[in-house]
């Protein structure tokens, strides 16, 4: 398997910090082998990023870490130059749009409209202008008949892309996403890729399974297996690599 990232020791950061920064990351669950194992990689200006890795590899374990859903035992992570800690999460949290697998995690409002302009409106984003944003994006997904519906009127497919229209209706300078095409049709899945195509944010790190997706919407790949990075590196070479794949547990064609 190649090789080809390092992970410094050295708690020293380059001057010119990263949009996402992680150094050294090591998080257990309680009494637990370490999933993730001295994780270290950045994400600079205009990355966009697939995170890669079989089923229980950790990806959507570190993606919590970044947003600080979980602490890790030891390591750093910075976004945007600020630390993730208990202290700075307001701040951090407000730059990130973060999507979870299950789409239902993120929708709680009586209807689909309100849960759209539950963020902005939180805050302090005028409520005109936060319902005009909010039906533009249901609009942008298909979804502006289904307004005044709550999530469990929806398919699954549309209460994912729901969930993504309630991410973006707080316009992100960051997008974390965990499975973003589960459930979603061939032409919804192709839709989706060139809405976050267009999206004007600094970073966007997406873990998937559907690896033909990524390969759309993605420029580079980190490869998650044994709890480290073992690959980062350009996406096309890698989906290119059916030998590299297989032993990854991630066979392109299934």
């Given at each position: ?196 195509l267009n999206l004007p944010v600094q970073v966007m790190l997406i873990a998937s399974h559907d690896l033909n997706w990524l390969g759309k919407v993605t420029q580079r790949a980190l490869v998650l297996a044994g709890g480290r990075i073992p690959i980062d590196k350009d996406i096309q ?18």
């Amino acid at each position: 398997m190649e090789s080809l990232t390092s992970n410094p020791k050295s708690s020293t950061r380059n001057p010119q910090a990263a949009v996402v920064e992680v150094q050294n990351l090591v998080y257990a669950y309680a009494n637990s082998e370490a999933v993730l194992k001295d994780i270290s990689f950045k994400l600079n200006p205009g990355d966009r990023v697939a995170l890669m890795g079989a089923t229980g590899s950790g990806k959507s374990t570190l993606l919590e870490n970044l947003i600080g859903l979980k602490q890790p035992q030891s390591g750093k992570i910075w976004i945007n130059n600020i630390p993730v800690e208990h202290k700075t999460l307001s701040q951090v949290r407000r730059q990130i749009g973060f999507s979870f697998q299950d789409a239902n995690d993120q929708l709680f409002m009586p209807t689909i409209l309100e849960d759209v302009t539950f963020g902005p409106r939180n805050y302090g984003v005028p409520p005109a202008i936060a319902i005009d944003r909010a039906r533009q994006l249901l609009a942008d997904f298909g979804l502006e008949a289904y307004a005044n519906r709550s999530a469990h009127q929806l398919s699954g497919g549309q209460r994912r892309l729901a969930a993504l229209a309630a991410i973006l209706a707080l316009e992100p300078t960051i997008l974390i996403l965990d499975e973003p095409t589960n459930g979603l049709d061939p032409a919804w899945r192709r839709h989706l890729a060139q809405v976050l195509l267009n999206l004007p944010v600094q970073v966007m790190l997406i873990a998937s399974h559907d690896l033909n997706w990524l390969g759309k919407v993605t420029q580079r790949a980190l490869v998650l297996a044994g709890g480290r990075i073992p690959i980062d590196k350009d996406i096309q070479p890698l989906l290119q690599d059916g030998n590299t794949l297989d032993e990854l547990g991630l066979p392109v064609d299934w």
